[in-house]
């Protein structure tokens, strides 16, 4: 059964400190109780220098954390963005007796994300996108098509995502290491990417801290392929290369994208836009200039603001998209 988590009383510590990455990025601690238990939830919130134009609620990916992303963020803040980030359970500096990623269903992160973005909201009413890589732009299809979003504060004005899990390797073999390893090395070209920890779990199948999850990525990922997305959301996908990205199947997500364009044809409505990264690995915003990273982070920041200004005519689908395709 779907535990019913956010009927209990929710109790919050925002004792704030500030993480080792960044001296902008603010870290807040919320504290869950799931009956005898509790999940010390780790929320990242960067704002920008400016008035902020509208949110940017961010979910990481498998083995990461909020904090490695900085370049991506202050490429947000830089265009006017507030960006909320948080820890998946078994990831980053979560803690307490309920932090484990095996006790929770797609549908129970997606609560998480409302919940976050529930006790980090505005005072005015902003424009929402909603953001994720790999895993956690998985959990934002899902929590779309499903409407597990139903509950957020305020509709959500657009979708960005990075090679996101709509189709993954099920066995992935990565250079050598263990059947579906992850590493720095095969997520980007980048020899020393911005990350502030080694990867943790560094396997979905072999871990203890996610082998019950590692079927329902799985399943969902199925499921995500069956399901229909709206028409009416604007959303920016960026997909790595065929081969060179050892995690999703990068040319079933163009698939889907363009059935999903062929639906959205027929209604009239804008089309998805896909930006397609040759060549580059599955971390794509923290990917090497050669291989798109800085293109990734600005033209992700340019979508967002044609969404806030509610100019998103200036983009079309194609490779000219943003000017040039991702070499």
């Known amino acids: 059964m779907i535990k019913k988590i956010f009927s209990l009383l929710l109790v919050i510590s925002l004792n704030a400190c500030f993480a080792q990455a960044s001296s902008d990025l603010q870290i807040h601690f919320l504290s869950i109780p799931y009956g005898s238990e509790v999940l010390n939830l780790r929320i990242g919130i960067q704002n920008p220098d400016q008035v902020a134009v509208g949110d940017i609620l961010y979910i990481h990916g498998f083995g990461d954390r909020l904090d490695n992303h900085q370049p991506l963020f202050r490429a947000w803040t830089k265009a006017g963005f507030r960006v909320i980030a948080f820890d998946l359970p078994s990831h980053g500096e979560n803690s307490g007796t309920y932090n484990d990623l095996n006790n929770f269903s797609f549908e129970e992160l997606a609560a998480l994300a409302v919940k976050v973005e529930g006790e980090t909201k505005p005072d005015t009413a902003r424009p929402l996108i909603l953001s994720g890589w790999s ?115 990068e040319w079933v997500v163009r698939s889907w994208i363009q059935e999903q364009n062929r639906v959205r044809q027929s209604s009239q409505s804008s089309p998805i836009v896909n930006v397609a990264c040759s060549g580059a690995r599955h971390e794509l915003d923290n990917e090497t200039e050669s291989f798109g990273g800085l293109e990734v982070q600005n033209s992700s920041a340019a979508f967002a603001q044609a969404i806030a200004a509610g100019k998103l005519e200036m983009f079309s689908a194609g490779k000219d998209t943003f000017g040039k395709i991702c070499k």
Not at 230 to 245: K, Q, S
């Open 135 to 249: 895993t956690g732009g998985l959990v934002v299809v899902r929590m779309i098509q499903e409407k597990w979003m139903a509950d957020l504060s305020r509709p959500v004005s657009g979708v960005i995502l990075f090679a996101p899990g709509i189709s993954v390797r099920k066995f992935p073999w990565t250079f050598g290491n263990r059947l579906g390893m992850v590493t720095e090395k095969t997520l980007t070209h980048d020899p020393h990417p911005p990350h502030v920890a080694p990867v943790r779990p560094d396997t979905p199948f072999w871990s203890h801290l996610a082998f019950q999850f590692s079927p329902r990525l799985v399943a969902e990922s199925i499921l995500s392929q069956h399901r229909s997305y709206p028409t009416d959301i604007p959303t920016l996908i960026f997909t790595g290369g065929d081969a060179e990205d050892m995690y999703a199947k």
